[in-house]
């Protein structure tokens, strides 16, 4: 054997790459022009693709091929019932508003003011989607019972803190029923009043107006604070069934200073032509007075900012225009 044959040749297969060079050259140029077609093919393809063509809220419907129903909207997630009760009747309306709101499917929960610490848990119902009830009854001189005393002092407190602001508790939406006598005068129903007042300082919404319990029967408005309560209670379930459907309330067009918003938002729910308010974001009339005390009657529709004793800048230079204007139009004008 020739030892010669044997070992490797590398110059002659490097010199027939050397001189086949234009072809590789030409392969490498056609399996890239190619790649590039099929580059655009695939682009063509997605582009036509239904998830592209299709609009996002149809896309919304379809989960693997299937139209499936649009994630139904929660209006009102649960009712949570806060009372303040020395002597029971509070708590036994609390009793009785749970079991009539069995029927509307929600997750109702009793709390005991006492055992409520309001610093920790109140922000919760800012995003709760809860609706907050609460039933309180007046001791003397206008006291909370001993077993609300911490939360309506805490209350008090946040509600004239301006580090707390007035939307702190922007997004609760809340009733309140007072338990009281009127013999007691000014100190009738007081505690009702102020935890009233406070959450609505703090910027919660006030779903419906106070309802006033009097236990005495000759000036009750419904003969006594039981049947008060009834009232009351009838009340608080047919907006909660409304709130729950998401429905929007009627403002009758009473909205002042031109700032029914019902013109400009929510299309898709409101009847073509009809006058309605937005529930849930803004104040509406129940939730505009922020002292209101009444049992049936709805209150007037008057602007938070207009009750409330701090002015933004903005209104306060609106407000000088105004009065700017005023002058010059009693000005005796030259002849
Ligand atoms: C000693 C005492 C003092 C009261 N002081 C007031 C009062 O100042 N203002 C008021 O509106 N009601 C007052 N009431 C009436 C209670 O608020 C009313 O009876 C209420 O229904 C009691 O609720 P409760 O049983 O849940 O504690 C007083 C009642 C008692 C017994």
Not at 249 to 256: A, F, P, V, W
């Amino acid at each position: 054997m020739d030892p010669a044959s044997d070992t490797w040749d590398f110059s002659s297969p490097l010199i027939s790459l050397w001189i086949n060079r234009f072809y590789i050259y030409l392969g490498f140029a056609f399996g890239f022009s190619l790649w590039i077609c099929f580059q655009i093919v695939i682009r063509k393809q997605n582009k036509n693709s239904p998830e592209k063509t299709t609009p996002k809220a149809s896309q919304n419907l379809m989960t693997n091929g299937y139209i499936s129903r649009p994630k139904k909207e929660v209006f009102v997630s649960g009712v949570k019932i806060f009372y303040g009760s020395q002597t029971g009747t509070a708590k036994g309306f609390a009793t009785i508003l749970a079991e009539a709101l069995s029927s509307l499917n929600l997750p109702v929960a009793m709390i005991n003011l006492k055992d409520y610490d309001p610093d920790d848990r109140l922000i919760e119902e800012v995003t709760s989607k809860n609706v907050c009830a609460f039933l309180v009854a007046t001791y003397t001189d206008g006291q909370p019972p001993e077993s609300a005393a911490w939360f309506c002092k805490w209350l008090e407190e946040a509600a004239n803190d301006f580090r707390f602001g007035k939307t702190y508790l922007k997004g609760m939406r809340y009733a309140v029923f007072g338990l009281g006598n009127s013999v007691y005068l000014s100190h009738f129903n007081t505690v009702g009043k102020n935890v009233d007042k406070w959450l609505w300082m703090l910027g919660a919404h006030r779903v419906m107006t106070r309802g006033e319990g009097d236990g005495n029967v000759v000036k009750s408005k419904h003969g006594s604070v039981e049947a008060d309560f009834t009232a009351w209670k009838t009340k608080f379930i047919s907006r909660l069934q409304a709130l729950h459907k998401g429905e929007r309330k009627h403002c009758g067009g009473n909205c002042k200073k031109g700032k029914c918003e019902s013109n400009q938002r929510g299309s898709e729910v409101a009847e073509p032509g009809s006058h309605v308010q937005e529930e849930l974001p803004h104040r509406d009339a129940e939730d505009e007075e922020p002292f209101g005390s009444t049992n049936e009657e709805e209150s007037d529709t008057e602007d938070h900012q207009s009750s409330n004793p701090v002015i933004d800048v903005e209104d306060l230079g609106k407000i000088m225009d105004h009065v700017k204007k005023e002058k010059q139009d009693v000005k005796p004008r030259r002849i």
